[in-house]
């Protein structure tokens, strides 16, 4: 991640990570052979513009294309290579897609950011979302986010933030700060307090809230508020 508060510039060839404009802006790109002007609204002028984007309400885009100038003035923005279906970003925030391959934010402070989508999204409350393939960060409602490289079942963000995956390989943070790094979860968690986990594999670091932290490898389960007066006891 690469932050740049406003108003320096940047002049790149290549891009091939996340940049932070300017919180709340973020833009995920994979080539950028142009200048960046950070300050506000914050532009960003790439190469191939096809369609175009009406972000003012009721925030209706239909492109095949999309590689021309973005505007990132919060709170709505869009970057992405393909997207073959419409996209509403109207409340309740529906968006149906076929193949989206770089970040969505459909209305602040929703975001969504995969490489490919083969199921209906639906944003509204609350924040339900089946796929079948997601292969990075997921921010449904802030401060609620989930970057996975595959999930395979339901994920339900609507409090009490439950979530079933098969693998899980890399961070889960569902509720500011509680964070979670892991490399496989084989079991559900359900980050709802009292915060309890039950995985089968955890093979990284589990920072569930700022500033302890704990390392397991073996199965566990660990329930964090029972924990929390000893916490460094138990470990």
């Given at each position: ?79 992405v290579r393909r997207v073959t279906s419409q996209i509403n970003l109207c409340s309740p925030h529906r ?50 986010r989930l970057h996975v490289r595959r999930v395979t079942s ?82």
């Open positions: 991640m690469i932050k740049l508060c406003s108003p320096h510039k940047l002049h790149v060839r290549r891009v091939t990570t996340q940049i932070n404009l300017c919180s709340p802006h973020r833009l995920y790109v994979r080539r950028v052979t142009s200048q960046i002007n950070l300050c506000s609204p914050h532009r960003l002028h790439v190469r191939r513009v096809a369609s175009q984007i009406n972000l003012c309400s009721p925030h209706r885009l239909h492109v095949r294309r999309v590689a021309s100038q973005i505007n990132l003035c919060s709170p709505h923005r869009l970057h968006l149906h897609v076929r193949r989206v391959a770089s970040q969505i934010n459909l209305c602040n402070p929703h975001r969504l950011h995969v490489r490919r989508v083969a199921s209906q999204i639906n944003l509204c409350s609350s924040h339900r979302l089946y796929v079948r393939r997601v292969t990075s960060q997921i921010n449904l409602c802030s401060p609620h339901q994920i339900n963000l609507c409090s009490p933030h439950r979530l079933h995956v098969r693998r899980v390989a890399s961070q889960i943070n569902l509720c500011n700060p509680h964070r979670l790094h892991v490399r496989r979860v084989a079991s559900q968690i359900n980050l709802c307090s009292p915060h309890r986990l039950h995985v089968r594999r955890v093979a990284s670091q589990i920072n569930l809230c700022n500033p302890h932290r704990v390392i397991w490898d073996d199965t566990f389960l660990f329930n964090w508020f029972s924990l929390r007066r000893n916490f460094f006891e138990h470990i």
